[in-house]
Every structure is written in C-alpha cells, then in structure tokens.
C-alpha cells in the first residue's frame, strides 16, 4: 500500500516591492510544488506535497524566514 502524500497551500502576504525576490527564494524549496500570483488579500499562493507534517512543519517555517514574507496562512487539505 503505497502512503498518499500530505497537500497543503500556504497564502502569503508579501512586502511590497519584494514579490519577485520572495518568489525567487520560495522556489527553491523542493516541497513546494507550484507558485502562483495573486490579485487581492494574498500574493501568493504556494502548493507543497510532503511526505509528513513534520516536513510540513520545515517548510513552511523556511517560507516564513524570507525576508520580505510578511503573513502566512496554511490550508493542509484532504481529498474528498
């Protein structure tokens, strides 16, 4: 039986004027998957597959030190 992988989005607030720096550094991180833009209450919206929380844990808290992320929100999903 092969172990489904943890999803989770994480919406960040951004400095402004550090968008491209903060997305720069966000993709390096392996978990995380996908990087998008956004127009609103959030800049971004990252999505990150791991293999446990606690990895989650990690990367998240790598996402929160980079300078210029200014909020974070996590949303860990389950499939329906």
């Known amino acids: ?3 489904e992988k943890t ?3 994480v919406l960040v607030v951004v400095a402004i004027g ?3 720096e903060v997305i720069d ?3 390096k991180i392996n978990t995380v998957k996908e990087v998008f833009s956004t127009y609103g209450s959030w800049d ?3 999505r990150i ?3 446990n929380i606690k990895l989650l844990d990690k990367t998240i808290t790598s996402i929160r030190k980079i300078p ?3 909020y974070t929100e996590t949303l860990v999903c389950s499939k329906v």
């Open 49 to 51: 597959e791991v293999d």
């Open 68 to 70: 210029g992320v200014e």
């Open 44 to 46: 971004l919206i990252i």
């Open 25 to 27: 550094e966000i993709k």
């Open 18 to 20: 550090a968008e491209t």
């Open 7 to 9: 999803l989770a989005f």
């Open 1 to 3: 039986m092969t172990e």
